[in-house]
């Protein structure tokens, strides 16, 4: 009975207007352009035990000993009380066993995460985006409206009436829309997106070995697993058949492609001998350049470098480096690359 | 504001009696309380009968020709000099923790490390790595003590206090590492006689001692707190590395501002500010401005007791602008400042105040929350956006 009054009245206390007092708790919780600087963030946490409480006692932490304790145990643990796998297949919501994230080191598909914080990254978000921000900032003067772009898909214009509502037609000269340039602002600042090394080896359609060690070379350039790739047309003239593997890419993303920049940028290309830079035209107008290494310039990176002597003579691949970033034209995917450090030479083709 | 009320009224009124869960917080307090009545509700009040016919607003509307006699204001531009962070920031514990974690789980997953890959069969390099991974158990250097496929595997989670995942231990362990120790001091077998240097009694035991016989001078890393840091010289461009710092100027009304001066002639924004730099600081500084475009403004009009006070200016060709020499020297009534920050890069060099022509006394390199403090609060205003937080 007690509870069910309990229970009334709660319900219907949500249905009066809140006490006075609480007025003043929302008004000074609300933010104004005079508010203080910001409070100590776990000022703005909740109460709670974890933060306000007492740890376990000294004592306690000391005698803390689990390695200590199953060394003493004499007898064995039962195996199916401490072994867990997750579920194979995915059953749907409603089945008691719910496979974990994927984050979650349970996981089948649990891949350990990031193990440091780049230097790379945290210069671009300190430095290089505020530095991008200032030099692509257009200004638009007072009184003047920006540019408005044409119509991109054509109107077809004529006196028949069935052209009133028929699909517009595609650009001029071609099938496909070239990508818009959005102004750069600070939710728009170009990044690096992810970084593609590929390589291809002729000497792989005699023997295995080379694509063996294209790929050890390339898993110990990027610290990530290689992928090969068939051949899908035959060409006699190269005396390539289709279904060979002959090529390799490696996709590096966040942690792995910013410590693989950094490496092509301070220790290797510094060491290349004669190289002016990247050429000037390369680009896919699309935001993503490309750049190559010769075999001799493989062999400058320090993971190869350390054990030289262990690769065949001469079967260290030259790769193809492409560079994908969040730019949508070219000219703004090289201010970001030379901001980083890699330097061009020659026409610039946009 | 108008719309909101309007919505939440509808919202109220369609699902019955008012309840805290239909409506939020703020809306319900002013739903429940009509009678508080201001300017602005009253106006809303008479807005709402009529159907707004009002033009589309201009996105970007001109500047309004003046009425009155154009008043002059004094232009100015001012380089904000920043030497961005040369170190990357401290690791919060929960960062290091995390790292150190998915360092073990990663140990977990990977395949066997593949020695003979990296060392030949006999060499002392390999004799070396032998002895090492028998102390540590693992061939990562960072995450201390640890066997993934040991029988205490299952142990990768470090116990609260632990110092592995710090970064001095990390250091300590590589530096170790480098000079051909193992991770942890071992126990030495010997006799008490020779101190406990000899070799022990049978061969094979003595096989995997170290005995020091070259001393191996590895170089450690240099530490991350200055000199400048201690002793906290603010004039110093080595103090706090891994924060921007910006060079302020006393000027010589004793305020700290960011170096300024006036536009002359026909030079432009960027121009100015280069040579600003220079005439402020001498020619030891190897910097970069960014862009042709300011970053910032800050506008002081000259009052004396709330009416406007114009100042006299008289205006003197500069020498380094040849575009100033060509008007004489002219006087100008000034209404105020007008300030136009440009954004500066410090790459190498140092500032020098005794080649300063404005009759600044002394300059410092300050970070964020330092130039908050020395700096009036109208300009702090102007100027704090254009900072970065680290």
């Given at each position: 009975m007690a509870l069910l009054q309990e229970v009334t009245s709660t319900f219907l206390r949500r249905f009066k207007a809140p006490p006075a007092s609480l007025h003043r708790i929302w008004a000074s919780q609300c933010r104004h352009a005079s508010t203080e600087a910001v409070a100590q963030e776990t000022d703005e946490l909740e109460e709670s035990s974890f933060l306000q409480g007492e740890g376990p006692a000294q004592q306690a932490i000391e005698r803390f000993d689990p390695a200590g304790v199953a060394k003493r145990r004499n007898r064995r643990l039962p195996p199916s009380r401490y072994q867990f796998r997750s579920p194979r297949y995915y059953r749907g919501p409603l089945h008691p066993h719910q496979p974990p994230r994927p984050s979650e080191p349970s996981s089948r598909e649990f891949a350990p995460g990031p193990f440091s914080l780049p230097r790379l990254e945290q210069t671009y978000h300190d430095t290089l985006a505020s530095d991008y921000m200032v030099l692509a900032y257009a200004h638009l003067p007072p009184g003047q409206t920006a540019f408005k772009k044409g119509e991109r898909l054509r109107r077809w214009e004529g006196d028949s009436p069935y052209f009133k509502n028929r699909p517009l037609r595609g650009p001029r000269g071609g099938d496909t829309l070239r990508l818009l340039r959005k102004p750069v602002t600070f939710r728009n600042v170009p990044q690096l997106q992810r970084v593609t090394v590929h390589t291809m080896s002729s000497d792989a359609i005699n023997s295995g070995a080379a694509l063996h060690v294209s790929g050890m070379v390339l898993q110990a350039i990027t610290n990530v697993r290689a992928e090969a790739h068939e051949v899908k047309k035959s060409v006699a003239g190269f005396g390539v058949r289709a279904g060979m593997y002959l090529s390799l890419t490696c996709e590096l993303k966040g942690e792995d492609m910013y410590h693989f920049l950094s490496k092509l940028v301070d220790v290797v290309m510094p060491k290349m001998k004669d190289w002016p830079g990247v050429k000037g035209s390369s680009g896919d107008f699309s935001g993503n350049i490309a750049l190559g290494l010769k075999a001799e310039e493989v062999a400058l990176f320090p993971e190869v470098e350390v054990n030289y002597d262990m690769y065949p003579p001469k079967l260290i691949p030259g790769c193809h480096i492409m560079i994908h970033t969040t730019a949508t034209t070219d000219q703004d995917a090289r201010l970001l690359l030379t901001q980083i450090g890699i330097p061009f030479f020659g026409k610039l083709v946009h | 504001m108008n719309a909101g009320q309007k919505s939440a009224r509808r919202i109220a009124a369609s699902n019955g009696p008012i309840s805290r869960d239909t409506v939020c917080f703020s809306c319900l307090h002013r739903l429940t309380h009509p009678s508080r009545r201001n300017a602005s509700t009253a106006a809303a009040l008479a807005e709402t009968p009529s159907a707004p016919t009002q033009q589309p607003r201009h996105p970007n509307p001109p500047v309004t020709t003046a009425k009155a006699p154009r008043k002059a204001y004094q232009l100015l531009a001012s380089p904000v000099l920043s030497r961005p962070p040369l170190l990357t920031r401290d690791l919060t514990s929960f960062e290091k923790a995390y790292y150190l974690y998915q360092k073990r789980l990663n140990e977990r997953l990977?395949?066997?490390?593949?020695?003979y890959f990296y060392y030949k069969k006999g060499t002392p390099g390999d004799a070396e790595w032998k002895r090492k991974i028998k102390v540590r158990e693992t061939p990562a250097r960072d995450i201390g003590v640890y066997a993934a496929y040991g029988d205490e595997g299952w142990n990768d989670e470090v116990l609260v206090g632990d110092r592995t995942a710090e970064r001095e231990s990390v250091v300590e362990a590589l530096v170790r590492d480098a000079e051909g120790k193992a991770i942890i001091d071992e126990e030495v077998v010997g006799d008490e006689n020779k101190n406990g240097l000899a070799v022990a009694g049978d061969a094979k035991t003595g096989e995997g001692q170290r005995r020091d016989l070259t001393k191996v001078e590895v170089e450690r890393p240099v530490e991350r707190v200055t000199e400048a840091d201690r002793a906290n010289d603010m004039r110093s461009l080595s103090r706090k590395m891994d924060r921007t710092l910006y060079l302020l100027v006393k000027n010589r009304e004793g305020r700290w501002r960011f170096p300024q001066d006036r536009v002359y002639g026909r030079e432009n924004l960027h121009q100015a500010a280069e040579r600003i730099l220079v005439q402020g600081f001498g020619i030891d500084m190897n910097t970069w401005i960014v862009g042709?475009?300011?970053?910032g403004h800050h506008q002081m009009n000259y009052t004396s007791g709330g009416a406007p006070a114009p100042r006299l200016a008289k205006i003197t060709p500069n020498r380094l602008v040849s575009t100033s020499r060509d008007r004489a020297e002219y006087e100008q009534e000034e209404y105020g400042e007008k300030v136009f920050f440009m954004k500066g890069r410090m790459m190498t060099g140092q500032a020098d105040i005794a080649k300063n022509e404005y009759g600044d006394s002394e300059f410092r390199w300050l970070v964020k929350e330092e130039v908050e403090e020395v700096v009036t609060g109208g300009y702090w205003k102007s100027v704090k956006d254009i900072l970065a937080e680290r």
């Open positions: - | 990977a395949l066997p490390f593949t020695r042709n475009h300011p970053i």
